[in-house]
């Protein structure tokens, strides 16, 4: 059984029919969401952490594949204070034909997959965020054709945004930069590790104008994630050189776009002008969760492009 935890449970090809199958119109794929009957088929959709962009993507999602999403909150299930986390994926597994969940530790997520016998879907966690990476890879092909030989610049913390991101760019071929402040970076063998994932190559620096120039994609993300509200003085601080300005835009190749996964803040990670501008493609990659979310239950559920 397929489980998506992080981008690498996709092969390159399989990579590729997500997003074709993305692509697709929700009607050509079969509702593989209904029973032989046509019964609607649920998917359980679990929220430790709250949402905007996944919860109603992830819902469109299964109701455009005919089944039927139920929305849970953490408290609602409690996950090993309430019940052991084994349990809720057993018994989810007997109402429903997918888990996802949206969680603080990616450990959930993995226990989630071992004890369930239907498909699990990571919709974040603090190690990566893979339909994120899905939903970016998408709308960088919609702009360029391909991510082959194409450069990405990753301006900010290295968190599970930026992990993924470098994944999937370095499977299709991309070459990935990374410009973060020392001791928010990547280690090394993380360098390594991504490098050996495709054809593509990846560096770090942490002179993030080295980093952006020539750049096809500019990424970034918020400074503060959730959960890190009491880091936010020291961070503001540390991350001040790194904010997307137009100035750092203007370094980058003459068709360049800029890509922020949202919430974003701007006038820290990015500039209004930058974000709000004519290179921004935030909106469209926004919308993009929903087609890759659907891509992906399509894929796991045995749709073929």
């Excluded at 998408?138 to 968190?159: P, R």
């Excluded at 470098?166 to 402040?181: D, F, K, N, S, T």
């Excluded at 961070?235 to 370094?251: K, P």
């Excluded at 990015?270 to 921004?280: C, P």
Aim: aromatic share 6%.
């Amino acid at each position: 059984m397929k489980h998506l935890l992080n981008i690498t449970d996709l092969d390159t090809d399989e990579i590729h029919q997500v997003l074709e199958l993305a692509q697709r119109q929700p009607s050509s794929l079969g509702y593989p969401l209904r029973s032989s009957e046509g019964t609607p088929i649920g998917a359980a959709l679990i929220f430790e952490k709250p949402s905007n962009r996944t919860r109603h993507s992830m819902e469109i999602a299964v109701v455009q594949l005919g089944g039927h999403p139920i929305y849970t909150r953490g408290e609602e299930v409690g996950l090993d204070t309430r019940e052991p986390v084994e349990d809720v994926a057993r018994i989810m597994s007997g109402y429903h034909g997918l888990i996802a969940a949206r969680v603080f530790k990616h450990g959930i997520v993995e226990r989630l997959a071992r004890a369930s016998s239907v498909p699990v879907i990571n919709m974040l966690s603090d190690f990566s965020h893979p339909l994120q990476g899905l939903a970016d890879a998408l709308t960088m092909v919609q702009e360029f054709g391909s991510l082959g030989g194409k450069t990405v610049a990753y301006v900010g913390d290295y968190n599970n945004v930026a992990r993924s991101l470098g994944e999937i760019c370095v499977i299709l071929g991309a070459h990935y930069r990374l410009a973060c402040p020392e001791g928010y970076d990547a280690s090394s063998d993380e360098l390594q590790r991504i490098s050996s994932l495709g054809s593509g190559s990846i560096e770090q620096s942490s002179r993030p104008q080295e980093i952006v120039a020539g750049a096809h994609a500019v990424h970034t993300d918020t400074w503060v994630s959730m959960g890190q509200e009491a880091e936010k003085a020291q961070r503001l601080e540390i991350f001040g050189a790194f904010s997307v300005t137009t100035q750092m835009m203007a370094l980058t190749a003459s068709d360049s776009i800029f890509m922020h996964c949202l919430p974003a803040y701007r006038g820290y990670e990015v500039a209004s002008e930058v974000i709000d501008g004519s290179a921004s493609r935030v909106i469209q990659q926004g919308h993009n969760r929903l087609h890759a979310s659907r891509g992906v239950i399509a894929h796991m559920l045995g749709v073929k492009r």
